[in-house]
């Protein structure tokens, strides 16, 4: 994996995310998420699936007062299920954005959304780490 570019593949879309979450809701699993979205400076509505109500009931209270969203699920079976589901109760009904899902998994090595924050940090250290010591081998020794 090229660390570089994947960071800076999940820094662009991060961006992107922030500019189109001041308008657009994104869904998560739970609290959790929520709380690593808002660490990496997400602002707009966040909205978890865990309310204590079914799938259904949430799909149609989202149906009720959206006309999109984006969906921000684990990428483990729970959140493709999750994500696969409400996609499908919403279908016609809402427009639902998977595309930063998919950036978000192709490009790190964890599969959680709180993960994201540390795992963004543990690669800004790495790629600075691998400058460092390529700064390194290239001076003169004397």
């Given amino acids: ?4 570019k994947s960071l800076e593949d999940l820094q662009k879309a991060l961006s992107e995310l922030r500019d189109e979450n001041e308008i657009i809701p994104i869904v998560v ?3 959790k998420d929520i709380e690593a979205l808002r660490k990496l400076d997400l602002n707009g509505e966040i909205i978890s699936v865990n309310t204590g109500t079914s799938l259904t009931d949430f799909c149609d209270k989202i149906a009720s007062k959206y006309k999109e969203i984006i969906i921000l699920t684990d990428w483990d079976r729970r959140g493709g299920y999750l994500c696969h589901t409400i996609r499908k109760n919403l279908k016609g009904r809402v427009n639902c954005n998977l595309y ?3 950036v ?3 490009n790190s090595m964890i ?6 924050p540390s795992w ?3 690669m800004k250290g790495k790629i600075n780490e691998g400058m460092k010591r390529n700064l390194n081998e290239k001076l003169p020794r004397g």
């Fill in 100 to 102: 930063y899902r998919e």
């Fill in 104 to 106: 978000f998994a192709k």
């Fill in 29 to 31: 699993e739970g609290d």
């Fill in 111 to 116: 599969r959680t959304i709180e993960g994201l």
């Fill in 120 to 122: 963004i940090d543990t």
């Fill in 1 to 4: 994996m090229d660390y570089k």
